[in-house]
């Protein structure tokens, strides 16, 4: 069981000794061999499924934990596995296995007029902290990402996630073993206070060398203005779909109610609806009473009331709320223009959708969006690095500095210049 500890020199004295193994951990991982590291993750999903029975109880023991507290059902969503989940789990870390070794591809090479031979080839960050909250998934995929890359990893559970984080830990330690691989090379943090969080912000000594947040608001917002290292940062996903008068309605309904209603609680799930207004006529009503039929709330804009003056109307702070329930904001705006001009307004440049038929309007769609990811006539809900083929994700990355979009073992790498010569001297 993880155990909390008073906040203090000790709390200092634990991360700090834990920055200080992985980064000897770090080391070896980074010349491992593409055999050792694919053994030891089909170990770990082995592990995993011999351990089931263990893994659902200990989450068991979790989900009573927040019985009774005023908990959305999205998180409850977040935190539950089943047996499914477990299958899946197992199914990702085989999926990371399958995956080309990114250490050591040469990804552009080149001659010099004077004879030089220049190499740009892909190298491991060296030690990841992950800092997350309620989904224990996020102990596999990291874990898994991490040591596929040649990375040592640092996982930061939330409390409400522990017992079960620290199960599937467990196995993630018994496939490294298994492997002959440092068994520090994935580490979860003991300790749930959030004194541990500072201190990896703080970088344990120069222990690490990125900070990945993956949770609500308040952590990503802490960790960017804290973290002392690079942050690869996750923010919320306040996804937009963009009805174009040009989309087929039948298509249109279908993706619109996977993208809100197949799982709220992911940051992929759509979170406002914009409709053309060349389409009130055609398109809007439709739509409104397929995601009414859903089992959707509707926040209305004063144009969609109008049309259907029962529905609640949208406040200002409705267009910039990511809900992670099964709500979602309407409005009708002036075409491509319109829409793109609101996006550029509420995003929080995550994903969004446009359904058209009309190429000019994707073209500018793709165009003029800078969002992490956009689809044409797809579901939001594909924003998942495993959907990307990618085996899992440790998170969408919406910044724009290294990582963007799906974070997976390209993602956790970085690169060297390796240059070849025959005697040259600079002259």
């Known amino acids: 069981m993880l155990d909390t500890v008073a906040p203090g020199p000790d709390i200092d004295v634990l991360m700090n000794h834990i920055g200080r193994k992985a980064k000897a951990a770090a080391r070896p991982l980074g010349f491992a061999s593409t055999e050792a590291k694919n053994s030891a993750l089909n170990a770990m999903a082995d592990a995993i499924l011999g351990n089931k029975t263990h893994i659902l109880a200990e989450n068991a023991k ?26 899946e789990i197992a199914e990702g870390i085989r999926a990371i296995a399958a995956l080309a070794d990114p250490v050591g591809e040469v990804i552009a090479a080149w001659d010099r007029p004077n004879g030089l031979k220049i190499e740009r ?3 491991p960050l060296g030690v990841i902290g992950v800092i997350f909250e309620s989904r224990p998934n996020v102990t596999a995929d990291a874990g898994a990402l991490c040591l596929k890359a040649g990375n040592a990893v ?11 984080s620290q199960a599937i830990h467990a196995c993630l330690v018994e496939g490294l073993k298994a492997a002959g691989l440092p068994e520090h090379a994935i580490q979860l943090v003991p300790v749930t206070d959030r004194a541990a969080v500072g201190a990896m912000l703080r970088g344990l000594g120069g222990a690490i060398d990125v900070i990945v947040p993956r949770g609500g608001k308040s952590l990503v917002a802490r960790v960017q203005n804290e973290a002392r290292v690079p942050v690869f940062a996750h923010l919320e996903g306040l996804c937009h779909i ?14 619109i109610v996977n993208a809100k209603m197949r799982r709220t609680g ?14 009130i006529g055609t398109h809007l009503t439709p739509l409104l009473e397929v995601l009414t039929e859903a089992g959707c709330e509707i926040r209305a804009s004063a144009t969609v009331l109008k049309v259907a003056p029962g529905l609640k109307p949208a406040t200002e702070e409705d267009w910039s709320t990511e809900y992670l329930d099964a709500i979602i904001s309407v409005a009708v705006v002036d075409g491509i223009s319109g829409a793109i001009a609101h ?12 359904i058209a038929e009309d190429p000019a309007v994707v073209a500018r769609f793709f165009t003029e969006v800078d969002s992490a990811i956009l689809l044409h006539n797809a579901s939001t809900q594909f924003a998942d690095g495993g959907e990307f ?18 974070v997976g073992v390209e993602q956790l790498t970085s690169f060297k210049y390796r240059v070849h010569g025959a005697g040259q001297t600079r002259p």
């Open 62 to 87: 979790d989900l009573k934990d927040i019985e009774g507290t005023e908990i959305l059902a999205s998180f409850v969503d977040r935190l539950t596995l089943n047996d499914k989940r477990i299958a």
């Open 242 to 255: 963009y009805v174009d008068a040009s989309a087929d309605i039948e298509m249109a309904k279908k993706i």
């Open 343 to 354: 996006i550029q307004t509420y995003s929080s440049n995550h994903t969004e959708a446009v």
């Open 121 to 123: 080839v892909r190298t």
């Open 266 to 279: 992911i940051c992929g799930a759509a979170e406002t609806l914009l409709v053309d207004g060349a389409a």
């Open 154 to 164: 640092i996982l930061r559970c939330g409390s409400d996630s522990r017992r079960s």
């Open 389 to 406: 083929g990618m085996g899992a994700e440790i998170g969408i990355a919406t910044g724009k500095m290294h990582a963007r979009g799906p």
